[in-house]
């Protein structure tokens, strides 16, 4: 089977971030596309499709003559709360230095002693909508 351009750019990011100490690599889009032959569209394309969240990256860029993206690999526990997924991720941020310390430890503090009353499933939904504006606070702050 032929693999697509956009599976080849994958499995080049991929093998890089393997390969790297810290499972982060630094790259830039125009760099990359000219690697390929390609306009930096299409490795935009496939970063935002196939290095996401769910599938265990984190990725953040800058624009402009200087800009780059950076693409960081991290892994969650396979077991476990919600809530544990949750404090391995904001402590995955904070080691990244998307989040300061004391940002990461008022996090903690917060989820460990402020929805201890609630039922699971709620306490579930609630780490999930914080999870969501946590990224959308390290998104803005970029």
């Known amino acids: ?65 200087k800009g780059y993206v950076r693409i960081s690999r991290f892994s969650m526990p396979e077991e476990g709360t919600c809530l544990n997924d949750l404090l391995y991720y904001c402590k995955h941020l904070s080691d990244s230095d998307l989040l ?18 609630f039922s699971g499933e709620i306490r579930e939904k609630i780490f999930e909508g914080i999870k969501k504006s946590i990224n959308e606070y390290v998104k803005m702050e970029l």
């Not at 300061?100 to 009353?117: D, G, M, P």
């Open 1 to 65: 089977m032929k693999k697509s351009l956009a599976d080849k750019i994958e499995q080049y990011l991929k093998v890089l971030i393997d390969r790297s100490e810290e499972k982060c690599i630094e790259i830039q889009r125009s760099e990359l596309a000219e690697t390929f032959c390609c306009v930096p569209s299409q490795v935009t394309y496939v970063i935002s499709t196939r290095f996401t969240e769910e599938d265990g990256y984190l990725t953040e860029s800058r624009r402009g003559g």
């Open 100 to 117: 300061s310390v004391r940002e990461h430890k008022l996090i903690n503090y917060l989820l460990l002693n402020s929805f201890n009353s």
